[in-house]
């Protein structure tokens, strides 16, 4: 398909008219898009410049929150996630944060975000596409449901920020319990 499609026998229309819901290859190209962010060390660049030095659980989470939401409404959500999670591992270790108290907040994160610009999440696109084939409204524009989606986000990092610490389990990993971890993940 992606042959016909850059050799110029098949228009963009044609060649993505044989699937369910065109805006599903907008989140396909997103994927290969955070996969070369992976692959680039964008995640280590990630762990160090963005999230910086927190001085509280709370502060750390706002730091956090801060770039996955607004990566969050470019790409979508489910691959920033993917991304982020062991550059916000590494940094929760480095500063002796419980990551417990930040993937939750990061997950919000992400999906907050996603809700600020239509190809934040799948789920806008895949609504964008039947509102447009089942009605005579016109495609949505990028940020035309930022009014609810911006307000939305900054409530999310606010409640998170108030609350989290109090609300989030404070939990280790297995292996950081155990007295010798390199035995027990040898004999797992």
Same mark, same amino acid.
């Given at each position: 398909?992606? =042959?016909?499609?850059?050799?110029?026998? =098949?228009?963009?229309?044609?060649?993505?008219?044989?699937?369910?819901?065109?805006?599903?290859?907008? +989140?396909?190209?997103?994927?290969?898009?955070? @996969?070369?962010?992976?692959?680039?060390?964008?995640?280590?660049?990630?762990?160090?410049?963005?999230?910086?030095?927190?001085? @509280?659980?709370?502060?750390?989470?706002?730091?956090?929150?801060?770039? +996955?939401?607004?990566?969050?409404?470019?790409?979508?959500?489910?691959?920033?996630?993917?991304?982020?999670?062991?550059?916000?591992?590494?940094?929760?270790?480095?500063?002796?944060?419980?990551? @417990?108290?930040?993937?939750?907040?990061? #997950?919000?994160?992400?999906?907050?975000?996603?809700?600020?610009?239509?190809?934040?999440? @799948?789920?806008?696109?895949?609504?964008?596409?039947?509102?447009?084939?089942?009605?005579?409204?016109?495609?949505?524009?990028?940020?035309?449901?930022?009014?609810?989606?911006?307000?939305?986000?900054? =409530?999310?990092?606010?409640?998170?920020?108030?609350?989290?610490?109090?609300?989030?389990?404070?939990?280790? #990993?297995?292996? #950081?319990?155990?007295?010798?971890?390199?035995?027990?993940?040898?004999?797992?």
């Amino acid at each position: 398909l992606t =042959l016909l499609l850059l050799t110029g026998v =098949l228009t963009p229309a044609e060649a993505l008219a044989g699937l369910a819901n065109e805006g599903m290859v907008t +989140v396909a190209v997103l994927y290969v898009v955070v @996969s070369g962010l992976q692959e680039t060390g964008g995640t280590a660049w990630v762990s160090q410049s963005l999230l910086g030095r927190p001085r @509280s659980v709370a502060h750390a989470q706002m730091r956090m929150m801060a770039p +996955v939401s607004a990566l969050s409404a470019f790409l979508n959500n489910t691959p920033v996630v993917a991304m982020f999670i062991p550059a916000v591992q590494d940094w929760a270790k480095r500063y002796g944060i419980a990551a @417990s108290h930040l993937m939750l907040p990061l #997950s919000y994160a992400a999906i907050a975000g996603g809700t600020c610009t239509l190809i934040g999440t @799948s789920t806008n696109l895949v609504v964008n596409g039947l509102m447009v084939a089942q009605t005579d409204q016109p495609s949505l524009g990028m940020f035309d449901i930022a009014w609810v989606g911006v307000p939305t986000l900054l =409530l999310t990092i606010l409640f998170t920020a108030l609350l989290g610490r109090r609300l989030l389990p404070e939990r280790s #990993s297995v292996l #950081s319990q155990l007295e010798d971890a390199r035995e027990y993940t040898v004999e797992m």
